[in-house]
């Protein structure tokens, strides 16, 4: 090691679920970090547990850089496909990636038992999920950004203001906050990956109105805030490609008895708003990619062109619920479960953008790239 950092020791509580998140600062771009995490029953005494791991750094904005990154969602505690969790988690990590992006849904409060009624019980599923051998050795060995939904905030199709027994949706809010690795500031996040590459990270829980509310102006899924963020930081890219990865769908097809997301009806307004916004300033170059549906699709936008690459669910016992392939916007349709990788390469005088549904072990079931030069 030719620089090592150390931080100061930390009292841990139940309070805070025995968590506690560390700043790294002054780290180099485009390297490889190895860490050790090391607990004890008091400050002073001997460590009696040390997790090791490792994680990258991005490069910096000029860097051009082949980079590659996954993505998961929708993953249900009785629907993991191995007991010692999802085969996703070593197929993903067999393909080193630069990153990865758990894209919501990452616990179900309200469909998996026992339903988190409570603030504890919230914490359970937690517990449950990322103590799983594999997560745990993914999550330690893979740098990642998380997203949150409405199962892993309160229950199906929540918005602000909802409850389930004594658990609140502001308390869902914080809990996550906790859990997931990022900080106590916004929830919607932009991050820069060398000179081809920006992700857009979005909340679709925060900010939105009441899905019952009658479609028009006002209502909205983002809120005024964010959506500026949004179109001000996409607006100010110069990256070779845009990607935004989003906990919901903004191209669909959704199924039509949903209300939930820019894909269906009741959110006609924003959503064309958002797309339409998208077709004038960046159509050659910005995808999306989604969570929250259980299954994996390319959909194209009949009207803006908009490419919407849908991650597919954790598991296929967790896959189901399609309307059905629409050839009108469909070029992949299928009702099974896995992850998806995408890959940037320089050849030539080009850049390359690859996007790849796996299945649950790994094996490539559809692939879309395109090129631009540079």
Same mark, same amino acid.
């Given at each position: 090691m030719n620089k090592t950092q150390t931080t100061d020791w930390v009292s841990v509580s139940e309070s805070t679920d025995f968590i506690h998140q560390f700043p790294l600062n002054d780290l180099k771009p485009d390297s490889t970090y190895y860490y050790a995490s090391e607990s004890t029953v008091q400050k002073g005494k001997q460590p009696i547990t040390t997790a090791k791991g490792k994680f990258r750094t991005a490069p910096l904005p000029n860097t051009p850089s082949d980079l590659r990154f996954c993505l998961m969602t929708c993953q249900g505690y009785p629907d993991r496909d191995h007991k010692d969790g999802h085969n996703?988690?070593?197929?993903?990590?067999?393909?080193?990636?630069?990153?990865?992006?758990?894209? &919501?849904?990452?616990?179900?409060? $309200? @469909? /998996? !038992? %026992?339903?988190?009624y409570t603030p504890r019980l919230?914490?359970?599923?937690?517990?449950?999920?990322f103590s799983l051998p594999r997560?745990?050795?993914?999550?330690?060995?893979?740098?990642?950004?998380?997203?949150?939904?409405?199962?892993?905030?309160?229950?199906?199709?929540s918005s602000p203001g909802s409850s389930m027994g004594e658990f609140t949706f502001a308390e869902g809010q914080r809990i996550f906050h906790q859990q997931a690795p990022m900080t106590t500031g916004l929830s919607y996040r932009t991050f820069r990956w060398g000179?081809?590459?920006?992700?857009?990270?979005?909340? &679709?829980?925060?900010?939105?109105? $009441? @899905? /019952? !509310? %009658?479609?028009?102006?006002?209502?909205?899924?983002?809120?005024?805030?964010?959506?500026?963020?949004?179109?001000k930081t996409v607006s100010e890219s110069s990256a070779t490609w845009k990607?935004?990865?989003?906990?919901?769908?903004?191209?669909?097809?959704?199924?039509?008895?949903?209300?939930?997301?820019?894909?269906?009806?009741?959110f006609t307004h924003e959503g064309d708003e958002i797309r339409n916004w998208l077709k004038a300033n960046v159509p050659d170059n910005f995808f999306?990619?989604?969570g929250d549906r259980h299954w994996q699709y390319h959909?194209?936008?009949?009207?803006?062109?908009?490419?919407?690459?849908?991650?597919?669910?954790?598991?296929?016992?967790?896959?189901?619920?399609?309307?059905?392939?629409?050839?009108?916007?469909?070029?992949?349709?299928?009702?099974?479960?896995?992850?998806?990788?995408?890959?940037?390469?320089?050849?030539?005088?080009?850049?390359?953008?690859?996007?790849?549904?796996?299945?649950?072990?790994?094996?490539?079931v559809y692939e879309w790239q395109t090129e631009r030069v540079v």
């Amino acid at each position: 090691m030719n620089k090592t950092q150390t931080t100061d020791w930390v009292s841990v509580s139940e309070s805070t679920d025995f968590i506690h998140q560390f700043p790294l600062n002054d780290l180099k771009p485009d390297s490889t970090y190895y860490y050790a995490s090391e607990s004890t029953v008091q400050k002073g005494k001997q460590p009696i547990t040390t997790a090791k791991g490792k994680f990258r750094t991005a490069p910096l904005p000029n860097t051009p850089s082949d980079l590659r990154f996954c993505l998961m969602t929708c993953q249900g505690y009785p629907d993991r496909d191995h007991k010692d969790g999802h085969n996703i988690y070593p197929a993903m990590q067999a393909l080193n990636p630069h990153f990865a992006c758990l894209t &919501g849904d990452l616990v179900y409060y $309200d @469909n /998996d !038992m %026992p339903r988190a009624y409570t603030p504890r019980l919230a914490r359970y599923h937690w517990e449950r999920m990322f103590s799983l051998p594999r997560l745990v050795e993914f999550n330690r060995n893979v740098g990642t950004y998380w997203l949150k939904d409405d199962h892993d905030t309160l229950d199906n199709d929540s918005s602000p203001g909802s409850s389930m027994g004594e658990f609140t949706f502001a308390e869902g809010q914080r809990i996550f906050h906790q859990q997931a690795p990022m900080t106590t500031g916004l929830s919607y996040r932009t991050f820069r990956w060398g000179k081809d590459l920006q992700i857009w990270l979005t909340d &679709g829980r925060d900010f939105r109105s $009441d @899905n /019952d !509310m %009658p479609d028009g102006p006002d209502k909205t899924i983002w809120g005024s805030a964010q959506k500026e963020w949004f179109r001000k930081t996409v607006s100010e890219s110069s990256a070779t490609w845009k990607v935004l990865i989003s906990p919901t769908p903004l191209v669909g097809p959704d199924r039509g008895k949903k209300n939930d997301n820019h894909a269906n009806t009741g959110f006609t307004h924003e959503g064309d708003e958002i797309r339409n916004w998208l077709k004038a300033n960046v159509p050659d170059n910005f995808f999306v990619i989604c969570g929250d549906r259980h299954w994996q699709y390319h959909s194209v936008h009949p009207k803006t062109g908009l490419h919407e690459f849908s991650i597919g669910p954790a598991s296929d016992e967790h896959a189901s619920g399609s309307p059905g392939e629409d050839k009108a916007y469909h070029r992949f349709h299928l009702v099974k479960g896995g992850f998806l990788s995408v890959d940037i390469k320089r050849v030539g005088g080009k850049s390359q953008i690859a996007f790849h549904h796996h299945d649950v072990f790994g094996k490539i079931v559809y692939e879309w790239q395109t090129e631009r030069v540079v």
